[in-house]
């Protein structure tokens, strides 16, 4: 009596998509370092803890449409004379993101440092909106513990 040797795969399994080499390194977090100004970085930590999202996750946005970006960095370049004070300030994104950034700011002629602070600029209405629903927030707290 033969017995059939084991199944490798077994018909109702997952299969995994191969991650190439080059995607995964894309992935990869790496630290950059850029000149801010103040409200550009009061501005990313209003983002980051109303909308709870790491600047990884931030950076990765602002790149993610690339169209959009290539717009905001036209924009930019024209503001890019009006140079504020700067605070050297280190961020942890994605490689891709350091990667797309520094093309769209070299197709431009632009500093990579005016398009992160125009992408923010562009941002600017979502941080208005959650500040107006925040001080929302606080006031109807105010409310409830006068009440209880």
């Known amino acids: ?34 000149k801010l100004s103040p409200n550009c970085i009061e501005a990313m930590t ?24 290539e717009a905001v960095a036209g924009k930019a370049g024209a503001a890019e004379s009006e140079a504020p004070s700067r605070v050297a300030k280190t961020y ?7 990667d797309i950034l520094d093309e769209v700011a070299q ?13 923010v600029r562009h941002l600017v209405p979502l941080i208005a909106k959650e500040q107006i629903r925040h001080s929302a927030r606080k006031t109807l707290l105010t409310r409830m513990e006068r009440h209880l």
């Open 1 to 34: 009596m033969s017995r059939k040797p084991p199944r490798n795969k077994p018909e109702n399994a997952l299969t995994l998509p191969r991650a190439s080499a080059a995607d995964l390194r894309g992935r990869q977090s790496v630290r950059v370092a850029f």
């Open 46 to 69: 209003i983002l980051g803890s109303h909308l709870r999202l790491k600047p990884k996750s931030l950076f990765d946005h602002m790149v993610q449409e690339r169209q959009t970006l």
């Open 92 to 98: 942890v994104i994605s490689r891709d993101a350091a």
């Open 107 to 119: 197709a431009h002629a632009i500093s990579r440092d005016c398009l992160v602070e125009a992408s």
